[in-house]
């Protein structure tokens, strides 16, 4: 949890990684596949879970390459929207965790019908800090829920 009287240095952690996972969204809502990877460390990690982790994860991603393979699959959407929320981060030295909420909006045209998706997802992040920048050592995703429906807009 985060000190409630911050140092100026831990101040400057805690905005530089929420910033961190600010670019995260923003260059998955414009297809930067190359750009969202280069925020992980070359070793980095990611596990996807639906629901709680503890069952073995759905998907497991090891790696820049393969990362941006992945965020790349972004582009089957029409466009999509991620809204960051609320989040804890603790610091120490160079080395962080947090977590973060956020709402994932994705929408495609399916067989002439609009269509939206809703997830709700919590990161628990591993951060570290490489030649004086944070990146993702490791980021577990994990799918609180999802609403798929029409869309009429």
Same mark, same amino acid.
Not at 78 to 89: R, Y
Not at 98 to 113: I, K, P
Not at 150 to 153: E, K, L, R, V, Y
């Given at each position: $949890?985060?000190?409630?009287? &911050?140092?100026?240095?831990?101040? =400057?952690? *805690?905005?530089a990684?929420?910033?961190?996972?600010?670019?995260?969204? /923003?260059?998955?809502? *414009?297809?930067?596949?190359?750009?969202?990877?280069?925020?992980?460390?070359? +070793? #980095?990690?990611?596990?996807?879970?639906?629901?709680? &982790?503890? #069952?073995? &994860?759905?998907? !497991? @991603?090891?790696?820049?390459?393969?990362?941006?393979?992945a965020?790349?699959? @972004? *582009?089957?959407?029409?466009?999509?929207?991620?809204?960051?929320?609320?989040?804890?981060?603790? %610091? +120490?030295?160079d080395r962080a !965790?947090?977590? !973060?909420?956020?709402? =994932? /909006? /994705?929408?495609?045209?399916?067989?002439?019908?609009r269509?939206? $998706?809703? $997830?709700?997802?919590?990161?628990?992040? #591993?951060?570290?800090?490489?030649?004086?920048?944070?990146?993702?050592?490791?980021?577990?995703?994990?799918?609180?829920? %999802? +609403?798929?429906r029409?869309?009429?807009?």
């Open positions: $949890m985060s000190s409630p009287n &911050p140092s100026p240095e831990q101040f =400057a952690d *805690r905005l990684i929420r910033e961190l996972v600010d670019a995260y969204a /923003h260059r998955a809502d *414009r297809r930067d596949a190359q750009g969202q990877a280069a925020l992980f460390t070359e +070793d #980095a990690h990611v596990a996807v879970y639906d629901g709680e &982790p503890g #069952a073995e &994860p759905a998907q !497991t @991603l090891n790696g820049r390459d393969e990362l941006a393979a965020f790349g699959s @972004l *582009r089957n959407y029409d466009k999509t929207t991620h809204f960051n929320g609320q989040s804890t981060v603790t %610091v +120490d030295g !965790t947090g977590e !973060t909420y956020c709402l =994932a /909006h /994705h929408l495609w045209t399916e067989e002439g019908q269509t939206l $998706m809703v $997830m709700s997802i919590r990161y628990h992040d #591993a951060f570290v800090r490489q030649d004086g920048r944070w990146l993702f050592a490791e980021r577990r995703l994990i799918v609180d829920w %999802v +609403d798929r029409p869309s009429t807009a």
